[in-house]
């Protein structure tokens, strides 16, 4: 009996503390629902929706990320009514983690209010700089630039876009270091920062390599077609012709002075690219500029060695196909020859292999030898004949 009446009197004792967290329930059910309510139509009416589609994050159910947003708003409200509601039933050791997160939420939302706000008056101040620099700098003519050195590019990738957002993105630098020390959460904003910071470094070495390699670009240009004018103008296009006598198109209409003056072009940019490469001071690019200047004259006497083969094989070729037109398979095993030979000329020039290029360089020889001679003996009988009766007419006279 007394125990019946124990339990009657906890339970009657219980019974506020029970409609207390009821209450608290309902109360917490509604100011949520309110919240959550009016949180959605602000942004609704702000016009927000379309800002906030880019956080990536939509309602399942509506598929709205507004619909999204006023869920969560409703969580949170929710949760900070419940550790008291977990008080009012006794469910002390339950209530204390939520309330230690609540808590914990509650402190950081004024960090998280100004490291929004920081960011938002950067994101605009960042913007309306932008927006303001294209103007100045079309004015300046800067994309002129572009035009001149015969690039066509979109609207976007135009000098003056490109410098604006260079722009843009600098002055945010700083803005999101400074949104990350006003959250204080050094496990992320520490390696963030200083993340950050190394950037900011490491942009004047950027600007520096991008700025020699732009110098570099318009000097290689002004230097090869000075040299090709220069080069013309003493005559060096008629050289080849004096050399290599021959009624060839493809030699006649050879241009060496464009040719060595695009070579020169093209040399005259490496070094710049390599020495900007050298202005980053990564060790790994430094590694592969040394590389590229090491074997720099390796590769200009392979090119030389293939250019000269290529004018000796294709005169060799109109010169045996003008003295003995039925001798055609004999001049196209000349100019193999001789292509072959500079190939591995150049190979051997370039390092690659060399004791298995020397070997097939061998084999390839001996081989085109005797095709020579077999096609020589079939196909360049009536230019042999010929060659011999001058020999034989010539002795004859001088006797």
């Known amino acids: 009996m007394e125990y019946l009446e124990r339990l009657f009197e906890s339970f009657i004792s219980a019974v506020p503390s029970v409609i207390h967290a009821a209450l608290l329930l309902v109360l917490a059910l509604v100011v949520s629902a309110v919240v959550k309510s009016i949180?959605?139509?602000?942004?609704?009416?702000?016009?927000?929706?379309?800002?906030?589609?880019?956080?990536?994050?939509?309602d399942e159910d509506t598929g709205s990320s507004v619909e999204f947003i006023g869920k969560l708003v409703y969580?949170?409200?929710?949760?900070?009514?419940?550790?008291?509601?977990?008080?009012?039933?006794?469910?002390?050791?339950?209530?204390?983690?939520?309330?230690?997160?609540?808590?914990?939420?509650?402190?950081?939302?004024?960090?998280?209010?100004?490291?929004s706000i920081i960011l938002v008056v950067g994101i605009f101040i960042a913007k309306i700089i932008r927006q303001l620099l294209v103007p100045v700098l079309k004015k300046l003519n800067v994309d002129k630039l572009q035009e001149k050195a015969g690039v066509e590019t979109s609207e976007e990738a135009?000098?003056?876009?490109?410098?604006?957002?260079?722009?843009?993105?600098?002055?945010?630098?700083?803005?999101v270091i400074s949104a990350l020390q006003v959250l204080n959460i050094a496990a992320i904003s520490d390696p963030a920062i200083a993340m950050l910071n190394r950037i900011v470094v490491f942009l004047p070495n950027i600007f520096v390599a991008i700025a020699i390699v732009v110098i570099g670009v318009y000097i290689a240009k002004i230097s090869g077609k000075l040299l090709t004018q220069v080069l013309s103008s003493v005559g060096t296009d008629k050289l080849i012709?004096?050399?290599?006598?021959?009624?060839?198109?493809?030699?006649?209409?050879?241009?060496?002075?464009?040719?060595?003056?695009?070579l020169v072009k093209y040399i005259v940019g490496l070094l710049f690219f390599v020495e900007?490469?050298?202005?980053?001071?990564?060790?790994?690019?430094?590694?592969?500029?040394?590389?590229?200047?090491?074997?720099?004259?390796?590769?200009?006497?392979?090119?030389?060695?293939?250019g000269t083969a290529l004018f000796?094989?294709?005169?060799?070729?109109?010169?045996?196909?003008?003295?003995?037109?039925?001798?055609?398979?004999?001049?196209?095993?000349a100019k193999t020859t001789i292509i072959v030979?500079?190939?591995?000329?150049?190979?051997?020039?370039?390092?690659?292999?060399?004791?298995?290029?020397?070997?097939?360089?061998?084999?390839?020889?001996?081989?085109?030898a005797i095709a020579f001679a077999i096609s020589f003996g079939i196909g360049g009988r009536e230019f042999a004949a010929n060659m011999l009766k001058r020999l034989e007419d010539k002795t004859k006279e001088d006797k």
């Open 341 to 368: 030979i500079a190939v591995f000329m150049a190979l051997s020039q370039l390092g690659v292999a060399s004791s298995i290029v020397n070997a097939a360089f061998i084999i390839t020889l001996g081989a085109l």
């Open 39 to 58: 949180v959605v139509k602000l942004l609704n009416k702000l016009q927000l929706e379309k800002h906030t589609d880019k956080l990536g994050v939509v």
């Open 276 to 306: 900007a490469i050298n202005v980053l001071r990564l060790e790994v690019l430094q590694t592969v500029g040394q590389g590229i200047i090491a074997y720099l004259p390796f590769a200009i006497s392979a090119i030389i060695i293939m």
């Open 75 to 115: 969580i949170i409200v929710f949760l900070l009514f419940l550790p008291e509601v977990l008080n009012q039933l006794g469910l002390h050791d339950a209530a204390q983690p939520i309330t230690m997160v609540v808590s914990r939420f509650l402190n950081f939302i004024p960090n998280i209010i100004a490291a």
């Open 241 to 262: 012709g004096k050399i290599i006598p021959s009624d060839d198109e493809k030699i006649s209409k050879f241009s060496l002075s464009t040719a060595i003056g695009e």
């Open 312 to 333: 000796i094989a294709t005169w060799v070729e109109a010169l045996i196909g003008k003295k003995a037109p039925n001798a055609k398979v004999t001049a196209l095993i």
């Open 158 to 175: 135009q000098i003056s876009s490109v410098i604006s957002y260079i722009v843009y993105v600098l002055i945010l630098i700083p803005v």
